[in-house]
């Protein structure tokens, strides 16, 4: 069957590129920069077309003879509907490496679309939010009557790339959100904190508004999730400070200036930082008295992408998964993340 790895020639795109070369995999190359896409393709010797995601008429007409798409081009705010409708259109399986909560949603809305065309629409299917779906899975498993997840990610990596960092600013201004009873409530930035027993000794964590709020509440039903990352006391001042001028973040003429800037100063992580990195992820679920606690090691979350994204790609082009909008973990069941390397899951509570 033939694939499609649109934004090929972004940071992660050609991470996910590289990989698929060393595992004999060949897909379509894809994006909006003719001249980049051509060079990796020539690269990597693998086929290639450009096209721009401002008409879904025309992404459906470079899609007429794909069976899935990788979508790899953020911020997926903007380029997540024109594909998905564009994959509609031809009937091609959807995924992406999406991490935003309003994806998410949006995706789980148009499932009864998916399952009319006929298609598997998975987002999330990398750093986000693999590693942490399963883990819900495996606690819903464990610990069924589950009411509330807490889920704690420490050491994401050894940096981030220009797309991260643009959702990440445009994420600001929305400031934070958890599930509550079933529904997310937006809240303050840094609106709590906690701590995880990431390794020897507990480690301060603050709320953040990861996507796990929209995919952990599909793919379990557990009504009360919070998801934190490990930090400092002055980052949570800091976050706290930036609370108070967030309706300036929010501004166009803001957004516009600092996503350029960003462009300027960010590249993303180095090879070299990406192989030292490591991360911890911690979930706990509750229900009453009892809880159950699973702690993952696992490697720097680019290259986790990586394997994890080229993973759902290879399961779904296999065959036997349900049509509709899924999250990773209803897809390909929690043990999905045995195919990772490097992955490895303790139970400590």
């Given at each position: 069957m033939t694939w499609m790895l649109y934004g090929a020639n972004g940071y992660t795109g050609k991470l996910i590129a590289r990989l698929a070369k060393e595992k004999g995999l060949k897909p379509i190359l894809a994006g909006r920069n003719s001249v980049q896409v051509e060079q990796l393709g020539k690269e990597l010797d693998m086929p290639w077309r450009a096209f721009s995601l401002l008409s879904s008429d025309e992404i459906a007409s470079n899609l007429q003879d794909v069976d899935l798409v990788l979508h790899c081009a953020g911020p997926f705010s903007a380029t997540f509907r024109p594909m998905l409708n564009a994959c509609l259109k031809a009937k091609a399986h959807y995924l992406d490496v999406t991490g935003e909560i309003g994806v998410f949603e949006e995706l789980f809305s148009r499932n009864s679309d998916c399952v009319d065309a006929g298609i598997t629409a998975i987002s999330g299917v990398g750093f986000d939010v693999v590693p942490t779906d399963c883990l819900a899975a495996m606690i819903k498993e464990r610990l069924p009557g589950t009411t509330q997840l807490r889920l704690g990610i420490?050491?994401?990596?050894?940096?981030?790339?220009?797309?991260?960092?643009?959702?990440?600013?445009?994420?600001?201004?929305?400031?934070?959100?958890?599930?509550?009873?079933?529904?997310?409530?937006?809240?303050?930035?840094?609106?709590?904190?906690?701590?995880?027993?990431?390794?020897?000794?507990?480690?301060?964590?603050?709320?953040?508004?990861?996507?796990?709020?929209?995919?952990?509440?599909?793919?379990?039903?557990?009504?009360?999730?919070?998801?934190?990352?490990?930090?400092?006391?002055?980052?949570?001042?800091?976050?706290?400070?930036?609370?108070?001028?967030?309706?300036?973040?929010?501004s166009p003429p803001v957004q516009t200036i600092g996503k350029q800037m960003i462009s300027k100063y960010i590249s993303g992580p180095t090879d070299e930082g990406r192989s030292t990195a490591k991360c911890v992820i911690v979930a706990n679920g509750k229900f009453g008295d009892m809880q159950c606690t699973f702690r993952m090691r696992c490697p720097e979350g680019y290259t986790l992408t990586s394997h994890s994204a080229l993973a759902c790609v290879e399961k779904l082009l296999a065959g036997g998964v349900a049509t509709g909008a899924l999250t990773p973990s209803m897809a390909f069941g929690a043990n999905l993340v045995n195919a990772i390397p490097g992955i490895e899951i303790e139970t400590i509570a």
């Open positions: 420490a050491g994401v990596g050894a940096g981030i790339s220009r797309g991260t960092a643009k959702t990440m600013f445009e994420g600001t201004a929305h400031g934070g959100c958890i599930r509550q009873d079933g529904k997310l409530v937006r809240v303050p930035l840094a609106y709590k904190t906690t701590k995880f027993p990431f390794n020897h000794k507990s480690t301060i964590s603050v709320t953040m508004p990861w996507g796990d709020l929209a995919t952990a509440y599909r793919s379990t039903g557990i009504p009360n999730i919070e998801v934190y990352f490990a930090t400092t006391t002055n980052a949570i001042m800091f976050m706290r400070l930036a609370e108070l001028f967030r309706p300036i973040l929010a």
